[in-house]
């Protein structure tokens, strides 16, 4: 295990433990103000907690146990072999590009030729030797972005730290840093705070979900995000989430209590917490039951109408469909009325809510 971490921050109600193994990066993902960038600063030195330990390639980054009950150690932030890299790119403006990626070597101690020798070979690496030359004046927002992924590495770090690194991009710039992050990360061991599905599904070896200051979910992104266990999850994968009890062929659902006739399959046994998730798309809405015994059907209160584009949102309090705009035209005066909102079961995935192989690797 290259890094591990026991965290506990009273004043945000942050408490979680994380691991990342040799050559893995570890998506973090979570709402605001789950604990993603006091987990980031908490690792890279600019938060302290209130007790924890965490420990990089055997060197103790601190050790804080609880108030009076041994010695505490705190490493600072220069000294850790840890670089983070922010939303905004923070490049010297009085340096070129060249002399901002050799700073981290050079405040290491090492000469200046072999710093600049290793801050070329990095500008190669992230597609930007052209760039040398050029002050961040002089630079994009993706120029910007690739230097500071060449700065922070440069400095060899054990671990390297991601905060939203594409979210100040403009869109049509992002998929090209995303490429050139998923070449420079392959088998080094990096945290990425995002909130980006894409960027899960494209960088991350394993994907962790933070609510409340702790972990919920962990798990290959296909695991985490394609059989969500929270709406947080849910949401970000653009599924529709019911979690429930099976009860033979049905699943109950507390809470609006309902329930939904299934094909459950393997999924639980009866008395058994399960989930099902499906896409919006896959679900329709009619104001007649579907004779259809392929369908799952459940009736529920149509919430309301959200234009998205070229089609429109259907909502309940338990599924949300994807319909035409013509279909939600003929919707419309049903809005706060009872309707249909049926699933084809080979759309449907069923499974176990809890699942007791989501646990970091060993």
């Not at 490493?75 to 939303?87: D, K, Y």
């Not at 010297?92 to 600049?116: E, I, K, M, W, Y």
């Not at 500071?148 to 992002?174: F, H, M, Q, W």
């Not at 109950?252 to 939904?260: G, L």
Request: net charge negative.
């Amino acid at each position: 295990m290259t890094f591990s971490l026991d965290l506990h921050v009273a004043e945000r109600d942050v408490s979680l433990h994380l691991d990342v193994a040799a050559g893995e990066t570890v998506a973090i993902l979570g709402p605001n103000g789950a604990g993603k960038s006091t987990l980031l600063g908490t690792i890279a030195g600019l938060v302290t907690p209130d007790s924890g330990r965490a420990e990089l390639n055997g060197t103790v980054l601190f050790d804080l146990p609880a108030a009076g009950s041994g010695r505490r150690i705190w490493r600072p932030p220069h000294q850790r072999g840890v670089s983070l890299l922010a939303q905004e790119a923070l490049l010297f403006p009085h340096l070129s590009a060249l002399d901002n990626v050799a700073f981290g070597p050079r405040s290491a101690g090492v000469p200046a030729t072999r710093a600049r020798q290793t801050a070329t070979r990095w500008l190669r690496e992230v597609d930007a030797e052209a760039l040398a030359a050029r002050r961040p004046a002089e630079l994009s927002g993706g120029q910007a972005q690739r230097i500071a992924v060449a700065r922070a590495l440069a400095s060899d770090p054990g671990l390297l730290l991601l905060d939203e690194p594409l979210a100040a991009l403009d869109i049509s710039v992002a998929p090209a840093v995303r490429r050139m992050l998923r070449r420079v990360l392959f088998d080094r061991s990096a945290v990425i705070v995002t909130h980006d599905v894409l960027d899960a599904y494209t960088l991350a070896d394993r994907v962790v979900i933070i609510e409340d200051g702790r972990v919920v979910d962990q798990g290959t992104p296909a695991e985490v995000l394609d059989r969500p266990r929270s709406a947080f999850a849910a949401g970000l994968a653009g599924l529709n989430l019911i979690t429930g009890i099976r009860r033979g062929d049905t699943l109950v659902v507390a809470d609006p209590a309902t329930t939904i006739t299934i094909d459950a399959g393997s999924a639980g046994a009866d008395g058994d917490p399960i989930s099902l998730a499906v896409r919006p798309a896959a679900v329709t809405v009619t104001f007649d039951e579907p004779a259809d015994p392929a369908r799952t059907s459940v009736r529920a209160e149509l919430i309301d109408l959200e234009p998205r584009g070229d089609f429109v949102r259907a909502r309940s309090a338990l599924l949300a469909a994807d319909v035409s705009p013509k279909d939600a035209a003929g919707l419309d005066a049903a809005v706060g009325s009872a309707l249909w909102f049926s699933i084809p079961s080979a759309a449907a995935m069923v499974y176990p809510t809890g699942r007791s192989e989501r646990s970091a690797p060993s």
